[in-house]
């Protein structure tokens, strides 16, 4: 099948600092890529829907301003969590398509902010 | 939008007994239904999926139902083994090319005992 790979798997940050998340397609193109959240014992929420070369559709409750998602090519997405808090502390996960049904998900970055 | 309820949240059977994990979803223009595993810290995994034109999938020790009028779908695990305990989450989509927008259910935490 195909790869999604998303870096980094986990990142400790200060409170207050950004973090960036990276998620590549590394076989196929992605005109569009999903952004998660999950927190511990729960199950995924739709964050974000990132479009190559136009801006990011996010789902309501999520503020935009807060997590920036940047899709410049057809296989990076990014996601940068700005002025991080512990209440942001999650596992965050990318998925793409690449035209088939079946989504790719990327390994996962878990976020711990202290 | 899309919900999709999930049932049971917790399941444990014996080593070779079946399970079976039970989901609605509200939204008719639903076409296609995965069923993912997932370990503690990892992504997801697909195990099986079914698009709305079949009413049942097998694969080997892993079947899934959908029926379209009632608007629900069931994971079936037959002769279930140590190596079945994990999370299994039911999700719903509408597949159209570039991107699947999925909407999770809220996981059933899987364990089977010796």
């Known amino acids: 099948g195909a790869v999604v790979s998303q870096h980094p798997s986990w990142v400790i940050c200060k409170s207050g600092t950004s973090v960036k998340i990276e998620c590549r397609s590394l076989?196929?193109?992605?005109?569009?890529m999903f952004w998660y959240r999950q927190f511990p014992k729960q199950s995924l929420m739709l964050m974000a829907t990132?479009?190559?070369?136009?801006?990011?559709?996010?789902e309501q409750g999520v503020e935009k301003d807060k997590f920036l998602i940047n899709h410049a090519s057809l296989t990076l997405s990014t996601l940068t969590v700005t002025s991080a808090h512990p209440e942001d502390s999650s596992f965050y996960i990318c998925?793409?398509?690449?035209?088939?049904?079946?989504?790719?998900f990327g390994q996962g970055t878990r976020l711990t902010v202290v | 939008g899309e919900n999709v309820e999930q049932h049971p949240s917790t399941l444990s059977v014996q080593e070779g007994d079946s399970a079976v994990i039970k989901c609605t979803y509200s939204?008719?223009?639903?076409?296609?239904f995965p069923w993912y595993k997932q370990e503690l810290g990892k992504r997801p995994q697909l195990i099986i999926d079914?698009?709305?034109?079949?009413g049942e999938k097998k694969d080997q020790r892993i079947a899934v139902t959908l029926n379209k009028t009632a608007k629900h779908f069931s994971l079936h695990i037959t002769e279930t083994q140590p190596e079945d305990s994990a999370v299994y989450f039911c999700?719903?989509?509408?597949?159209?090319?570039?991107?699947?927008?999925?909407?999770f259910g809220t996981g059933t935490q899987l364990k089977v005992e010796l």
């Open positions: 999700a719903a989509s509408i597949s159209a090319g570039g991107g699947n927008k999925l909407t």
């Open positions: 998925s793409a398509n690449g035209g088939f049904a079946e989504a790719f």
């Open positions: 990132s479009n190559e070369g136009s801006k990011a559709t996010y």
């Open positions: 939204d008719s223009a639903s076409n296609y």
């Open positions: 079914i698009r709305s034109n079949v």
């Open positions: 076989d196929f193109q992605a005109t569009t």
